[in-house]
């Protein structure tokens, strides 16, 4: 995702892929990438070294490129290549070694972040953690804990963690942002998150300085 700070009155999407420029709406934009996903790759969940990139101009935004990477499968399912495992890290590879490149590892909050394959990987590439940051997600389903697990930092990520509430339904952009401060700033157990460290906003200033 390309976005672009823009004085637009409304804000503009489309959807860029093989020199083809498809302008859509907020609303339909899951939609149409599914579905030119099966276009290229096929229906049977294979995947295809062919970046899709969703352009968002609109004003008051930051202006960043988000590069959003295949997830890790190592047991591949009914049409998928045996070799699928390989195919999904030879692509993160090439995307996440490049020294100007900022690592987002998208971290479950139920998970062992020490045994997270994604941070493995991202070691591999940028041993300091220099370039690194996590995001944590669906920290309303499980949040016991949660603050103890960002602040130790066992997996040496030099930026630390930011946490964030994940967009539920078809809530918009705006009302999900809605929800997840007054998530933060009510719930028992999250309220006590340093603020620093919390958000989508918080998120994508710390993407930009960086």
Known sequence: MRLQNHSLPKPE???EYNDKHVPMDEAHVSEAICSVTDELAGCWKGILNTPLTLVVKKNDVLDLTMIDLPGITRVPIQGQPLDIYDQVV????????????IILNVLSVIVDFSTCESIRMS??????????LAVVTKVDMFPEGLCGKVNADDVNISHGYVCVRNRIGDESYE??????A?????????????????GIPVLAKKLVQL
């Open 123 to 132: 070691h591999s590439v940028d041993k300091t953690g220099a370039r690194t």
């Open 182 to 198: 007054k998530l933060f700033k009510t719930h028992k157990l999250l309220s006590n998150i340093d603020k620093s460290v919390i």
């Open 90 to 101: 030879n692509t993160i590879m090439e995307y996440i070694k490049h020294e100007e490149s």
């Open 175 to 180: 009302e999900a942002r809605e929800e997840e």
């Open 13 to 15: 999407l489309e959807l």
